[in-house]
């Protein structure tokens, strides 16, 4: 199980996405999972829809992902995602 794609507006997911941009300028998608594996498969996905991956931990941090939170609907880089999720 991985806990990815809250954060970020389905419309956000449509117009964003930028394919040309080097990974670290990419609007960055928090994802949280127990399983190395989950998170590896699910990064690859939001890499291929031309968004980044930021490694928010396990499932129980994942709390920090959800509506109300500094990240929920931000638009920010996996380094900015880092800093408001600090992590």
Do not use: C, H
């Not at 964003?16 to 994802?31: F, H, N, S, T, Y």
């Not at 127990?34 to 998170?39: F, L, Q, R």
């Not at 930021?54 to 900015?80: C, R, V």
């Amino acid at each position: 199980m991985v806990k990815a794609f809250n954060t970020v507006p389905a419309a956000d997911l449509e117009s964003q996405g930028d394919v040309d941009k080097p990974l670290d300028e990419r609007r960055a998608i928090p994802i949280a999972s127990d399983t190395a594996k989950a998170k590896t498969v699910v990064s690859r996905l939001i890499e291929d829809i031309s968004f980044v991956a930021a490694d928010n931990g396990d499932l129980e941090q994942s709390k920090t992902q959800w509506p109300g939170t500094p990240i929920y609907g931000k638009e920010a880089t996996t380094q900015q995602a880092r800093e408001v999720l600090e992590i």
